[in-house]
């Protein structure tokens, strides 16, 4: 049984940073493409960013570039996202994804939330 566990999430002010944190069960971590998604209220759900199996490649939303980094650590199976300068428009619940392949189900977490207000 695959599950993601997200963490990380809180009340943060404008500017400031968290680590976001996934950790992945169930299934052989270093195969799957892993990615960080987000929906804040009354929206779709948006991706933010994505990682390839191997760390071969990284991809961003333009609102996350220059200020979120994601990476992962086979070993611990674990994918992150570490997310600075935060605007409030960052708040959300961010959602960790694991995908095999584009022809494979998705899988997903729970999400944790993200809030960035004075």
């Known amino acids: 049984q695959v599950q993601l566990v997200e963490s990380g999430g809180g009340l943060v002010p404008p500017g400031g940073s968290l680590r976001l944190s996934c950790v992945a069960t169930g299934l052989t971590f270093s195969r799957y493409a892993m990615s960080w998604y987000r929906q804040a209220p009354g929206k779709e759900r948006e991706l933010v960013a994505a990682i390839t199996s191997a760390a071969g490649s990284t991809n961003y939303a333009d609102s996350a570039k220059g200020r979120f980094t994601i990476s992962r650590d086979d070993a611990k199976n674990t994918v992150y996202l570490q997310m600075n300068s935060l605007k409030p428009e960052d708040t959300a619940v961010y959602y960790c994804?694991?995908?095999?392949?584009?022809?494979?189900?998705?899988?997903w977490g729970q999400g944790t939330q993200v809030t960035v207000s004075s």
């Open positions: 994804n694991a995908r095999y392949s584009s022809y494979s189900r998705p899988y």
